[in-house]
T-cell receptor
Framework: GENVEQHPSTLSVQEGDSAVIKCTYS??????FPWYKQELGKRPQLIID?????GEKKDQRIAVTLNKTAKHFSLHITETQPEDSAVYFC????????????FGDGTTLTVKP | GAVVSQHPSWVICKSGTSVKIECRSL??????MFWYRQFPKQSLMLMAT?????????EQGVEKDKFLINHASLTLSTLTVTSAHPEDSSFYIC?????????????FGQGTRLTVV
């Protein structure tokens, strides 16, 4: 089955700096890669996603890049703010819908004011 | 965005009893819903895929007789933890996405914190 590895497990940055989280996947059939943000005690929320036919996608301060050949994708957050502090999960899925996803182990991002 | 509601948000039960958790899609129909388990500071582990009108598909290592799943309608899936033990204590969370929408991110319920004493 699919295996998703996520790095780093913890990341601490100063407010205003950029943060980068990287994930690799094993199944070349995976074609949808969402990123979720989970605040303590709350549900994961989708923040950005990318499909296998796209190399990069940006939404304001957040961007995701995908390298299909190398089977890795990354989340980039620029101009970080304290409210960006949370656990971020990458995921990979195959086929219709994205519910049955394989998740990475998560990255705890701390943005220091 | 689509709304998935999970109930209860938290429950405490005694060892040996059963607990039912509901997952509802409030503004869309979902032929498939997914149940995850999350331990503290860990990732989401897929337990099973709930299929409307048919049997659930369980992931390897998940006991289907212990974690009963019923998906009786297009908006409701239930997870029953039978004969609960303290090791079943965890955060259970469901997800769904609107039927027929290809490659769209999942919408999660708010999760259920189960504590077995």
């Amino acid at each position: 089955g699919e295996n998703v590895e996520q790095h780093p497990s913890t990341l601490s940055v100063q407010e205003g700096d950029s943060a980068v989280i990287k994930c690799t996947y094993s199944d070349s059939a995976s074609n949808y890669f969402p990123w979720y943000k989970q605040e303590l005690g709350k549900r994961p929320q989708l923040i950005i996603d990318i499909r296998s036919n796209v190399g990069e996608k940006k939404d304001q301060r957040i961007a995701v890049t995908l390298n299909k050949t190398a089977k890795h994708f990354s989340l980039h957050i620029t101009e970080t703010q304290p409210e960006d502090s949370a656990v971020y999960f990458c995921a990979a899925s195959i086929g219709v819908g994205a519910g049955k996803s394989t998740f990475g182990d998560g990255t705890t991002l701390t943005v220091k004011p | 965005g689509a709304v998935v509601s999970q109930h209860p948000s938290w429950v405490i039960c005694k060892s040996g009893t059963s607990v039912k958790i509901e997952c509802r899609s409030l503004d869309f129909q979902a032929t498939t819903m997914f149940w995850y388990r999350q331990f503290p500071k860990q990732s989401l582990m897929l337990m099973a895929t709930s299929n409307e009108g048919s049997k659930a598909t369980y992931e390897q290592g998940v006991e289907k007789d212990k974690f009963l799943i019923n998906h009786a309608s297009l908006t409701l899936s239930t997870l029953t933890v039978t004969s609960a033990h303290p090791e079943d204590s965890s955060f259970y969370i469901c997800s769904a996405n609107p039927a027929g929408v290809r490659g769209q991110g999942a919408f999660f319920g708010q999760g259920t914190r189960l504590t077995v004493v």
